[in-house]
């Protein structure tokens, strides 16, 4: 089999990929703001997330992670199956989502599974952790599981909040807090990116969480929620729906 030699720079990529991920979060804003949003709009976007978000990084799965000088160590065909089942997943969230806007069944603060976006930069940001290549059979296994899991949060019915309808009373400590994240980015972008991914990642447990701690704390049938309220016992759902 041919070796083919490239002098690709990974971290360079990464940060690609990245600004790809901006991109992509002011494409539907501006498609809003100039009225310009059309069915072929967005097939053609999710057309491009699907190169952009799914084949670049399942190529880079492979050339990074499963592939080094005389193919040493024998992972090349593990390589080709973790990259392909990190492309499906990914085209398969991307036509769901499709559908699920179509249907108007999609809310609009909440994305159902992992956004393909976050997967490819969550897969990219390891190169920025690890500077060299897979050379052990333990990294391996380790990268392996890791790309098949982020696969399976994209096909998931795990919901992930977004930065829409967020309440306004927040503005400030949001647009602050942007502020801090831009300059981490800027400053230490090796450390940034892989941790704001992972966060992400990890994001819809800290909000079960929350909400089970809002849910418990409005739980009717206490005097001092009853109380505290300022509703009638009556007024209240016995379904526990805040």
């Given at each position: 089999?041919q070796?083919?030699?490239t002098?690709?720079k990974?971290?360079?990529a990464v940060?690609l990929?990245?600004?790809?991920?901006?991109?992509?979060?002011?494409d539907?804003?501006?498609?809003?703001?100039?009225?310009?949003?059309?069915?072929?709009?967005?097939?053609?976007?999710?057309?491009?997330?699907?190169?952009?978000?799914?084949?670049?990084?399942?190529?880079m799965?492979?050339?990074?992670?499963?592939?080094?000088?005389?193919?040493?160590?024998g992972?090349?065909?593990?390589?080709?199956?973790?990259g392909?089942?990190?492309?499906?997943?990914?085209?398969?969230?991307?036509?769901?989502?499709?559908?699920?806007?179509e249907?108007?069944?999609?809310?609009a603060?909440?994305?159902?599974?992992?956004?393909i976006p976050?997967?490819?930069?969550?897969i990219?940001?390891?190169?920025?952790i690890?500077q060299?290549?897979?050379?052990?059979?333990?990294?391996?296994?380790?990268?392996?599981?890791?790309?098949?899991?982020?696969?399976?949060?994209?096909?998931s019915?795990?919901?992930?909040?977004?930065?829409?309808?967020?309440?306004?009373?927040?503005?400030?400590?949001?647009?602050l807090?942007?502020?801090?994240?831009?300059?981490?980015?800027?400053?230490?972008?090796?450390?940034?990116?892989?941790?704001?991914?992972?966060?992400?990642?990890?994001?819809?447990?800290?909000?079960?969480?929350?909400?089970?701690?809002?849910?418990?704390?409005?739980t009717?049938?206490?005097?001092?929620?009853?109380?505290s309220?300022?509703?009638?016992?009556?007024?209240?759902?016995?379904?526990?729906?805040?």
């Open positions: 089999m070796i083919i030699k002098n690709a990974w971290e360079n940060y990929i990245g600004l790809c991920v901006i991109l992509d979060g002011f539907g804003t501006i498609a809003r703001l100039t009225k310009t949003e059309s069915n072929f709009g967005v097939q053609l976007d999710s057309l491009v997330d699907g190169v952009v978000f799914g084949l670049v990084p399942a190529v799965i492979y050339w990074w992670g499963y592939t080094w000088e005389g193919f040493h160590g992972y090349i065909q593990v390589g080709k199956v973790i392909f089942i990190f492309l499906s997943a990914g085209i398969i969230r991307l036509a769901r989502f499709n559908v699920l806007k249907s108007e069944t999609q809310v603060n909440v994305f159902i599974g992992l956004p976050l997967a490819a930069l969550s990219a940001s390891v190169v920025l690890r060299e290549k897979l050379m052990q059979k333990y990294d391996v296994i380790l990268f392996s599981i890791y790309v098949v899991l982020v696969a399976i949060l994209m096909v019915n795990i919901k992930y909040r977004t930065m829409k309808r967020i309440n306004s009373r927040n503005n400030l400590i949001i647009l807090l942007l502020a801090i994240l831009i300059a981490l980015l800027i400053n230490f972008p090796n450390y940034t990116i892989p941790s704001v991914t992972f966060l992400y990642l990890i994001s819809p447990l800290f909000f079960s969480i929350l909400d089970k701690f809002k849910k418990d704390k409005s009717p049938g206490t005097p001092g929620s009853l109380k309220s300022g509703y009638p016992a009556g007024d209240f759902d016995t379904d526990g729906d805040t």
